[in-house]
């Protein structure tokens, strides 16, 4: 009785253990909730002893060069539109994109057209074509568009793109067709990289093999010679360095034996095993082959000229 | 390649919250047991601490009022008869100081040095029976308070024995295989400071309540004592 049980004893321990269940429960329901880490994005890493000195990827951003180039002995368009039609015959059209109803009455197009025709055939004609059956509403902005393309010969390949879109069948005319006194006709560029219109080759152009490219190629070499690859043992073993050559059909069968170019860090030790050294290296590249690389940078790995087995392939 | 898939399936299955359920269930058996077993340590030890502070509580309310009317009472064995159905120490204190002062004095001769050496070992006796019911378990929060870090720290180390031979058996020793055994490990810790601390302080609590408890009893004792002694001398 002494150390008996007290009353006490049972809502005591009914409270505790109620407690303690809150406590955990609590713990695990609303415990601090660390943010999951963000895992790392995993990038490959080739060492790349090279250094493109130019890229290697086309340039979507380059702008396509203009359709048709001025011919020499021509007058530059650019102050002819400027100049002539300002003092003489009519308010001539701002230059400025700015719309302005009251300064700028409709243009006749003949000046226009004659100043901008050296540069680009199409736009004048459009304008006029569309300018004339809603006089009211467009005229007053339309100088703006004529105007433009006159001192810029970039703008000029809109319209030309434009025109080319199928469904528009406004009067036209045919934007290949040569006007004025360009003899060039708007499809010279076909086919020049750069340019926004279609060439007639079927295929891409082959495939720009660039340092990173050759890299991962090598790694990818050596990933499959790995398994197949075993440094031979020995006294300096390690400091054996074996250097192959071999070809490579297509499919990634070896064309032909491969060849030993040089063998390095032969010392008295380890002499005797270098001829194994290299024996093994030869095995190692026929075991892996057929090499399993991309087909499109046949010509980047159909010979490999000189590939380095040493102590590190095998780690 | 397997051990960066393992590794990416290790990545995505980190709890992203402190579980203890979760860190309980992972570990390893020895370290589940020792977890257990302090979890029942602090069951133990509030319960003790909860219902050791009632008792307390209500003894010296129930003391307080008992000896205010005590003294004031008229008849003594009438007032012992009404209280002796309720549990109050300082009525067991006095109850025994009676009967023995009952047995001391009904005979022809009365011994009074005898009586009073009687009285008082008797009654003192009663105090420290009082007393040690109600310190009679304290002592489990004295050896949980010593004990449990010790015990868990036992848990964290086996816990940490067991992640390291998984590290050796995998062959990766990066932070994502290593820690969570560790924090598993170390959740053994934590547990037996989550016993150990309140053992300590409601120990050192309790003793000084029943300390004091006793000291009040050793007062009302020696007070009635001295009424008894003056008793005789008349």
């Known amino acids: 009785m002494r150390t008996g049980f007290f009353r006490e004893d049972v809502p005591a321990l009914v409270i505790v253990v109620a407690a303690h269940a809150a406590l955990f429960a609590a713990l695990s329901l609303f415990g601090k909730t660390a943010p999951p880490p963000p ?26 060069a203009p359709d048709i180039a001025l011919t020499k002995g021509e007058p530059a368009p650019v102050p002819m539109p400027i100049v002539k039609p300002a003092p003489l015959i009519e308010p001539a059209p701002e230059p400025v994109p700015v719309p302005k109803p009251v300064l700028v009455v409709r243009p006749a197009p003949a000046p226009v057209k004659r100043a901008i025709q050296p540069v680009k055939p199409a736009p004048p004609i459009k304008r006029t074509a569309r300018a004339k059956p809603v006089p009211a509403k467009l005229a007053p902005a339309k100088p703006a568009p004529a105007a433009k393309p006159a001192p810029q010969a970039k703008p000029a390949q809109k319209p030309v793109a ?15 067709a040569p006007v004025g006194a360009s003899m060039v006709g708007s499809d010279f560029l076909k086919g020049i990289p750069g340019s926004d219109s279609k060439g007639a080759a079927k295929t891409p152009p082959a495939a720009a093999i660039g340092p990173a490219i050759k890299a991962s190629l090598a790694g990818a070499i050596a990933d499959q010679l790995q398994p197949h690859w075993t440094a031979p043992q020995g006294v300096d073993a390690e400091n054996l360095v074996t250097v192959l050559a071999w070809d490579l059909n297509a499919d990634g069968t070896l064309a032909g034996a491969p060849r030993v170019v040089s063998q390095s860090g032969i010392t008295d030790a380890n002499r005797t095993q270098a001829a194994r050294h290299a024996e093994m290296a030869v095995r190692a590249v026929r075991l892996a082959a057929p090499f399993k690389l991309p087909a499109q940078y046949y010509a980047a790995w159909k010979r490999v000229a000189g590939f380095r087995f040493d102590r590190n392939l095998s780690e | 390649m397997t051990v960066l898939a393992l590794l990416a399936s290790a990545i995505t299955a980190l709890p992203t919250r402190l579980d203890p359920v979760r860190l309980f269930l992972d570990a390893d058996v020895v370290v589940q047991v020792v977890i257990g077993g302090l979890l029942l ?60 002062w009952r047995r001391s004095t009904g005979g022809k001769a009365i011994d009074r040095d005898g009586t009073r050496a009687r009285l008082a070992g008797a009654m003192d006796g009663a105090v420290a029976d009082e007393a040690e019911r109600m310190s009679g378990r304290l002592n489990l929060l004295a050896t949980v308070g010593s004990v449990a870090p010790f015990v868990g720290l036992f848990g964290t180390v086996w816990g940490i024995m067991d992640s390291f031979f998984r590290i050796g058996q995998q062959q990766n020793s990066s932070l994502a295989v290593v820690a969570p055994g560790i924090a598993e490990a170390l959740f053994a810790t934590a547990i037996g400071l989550f016993a150990a601390i309140p053992a300590v302080i409601a120990y050192n609590r309790l003793s000084h309540r029943v300390n004091r408890f006793e000291s009040r009893l050793f007062r009302f004792a020696d007070r009635f004592h001295a009424t008894l002694s003056r008793e005789m001398e008349a």
């Open chain 1, 39 to 64: 895992i790392p994005p995993r990038m490959q890493v080739t060492i790349s002893s090279e250094v493109a000195p130019t890229s290697t990827s086309p340039e979507p951003a380059a702008m396509p």
């Open chain 1, 162 to 176: 434009h025109f080319a879109t199928p469904g528009d069948d406004r009067p036209r005319r045919r934007p290949d």
């Open chain 2, 41 to 100: 340590a602090s069951i133990a030890v509030w319960t003790i601490t909860v219902a050791v502070w009632w008792k307390l509580g209500s003894a010296e309310r129930r003391c307080k009022a008992y000896e205010a009317e005590f003294w004031a009472a008229k008849d003594v064995d009438a007032f012992q008869a009404e209280q002796r159905k309720k549990d109050i120490p300082s009525a067991r204190v006095a109850q025994t100081g009676i009967a023995e």
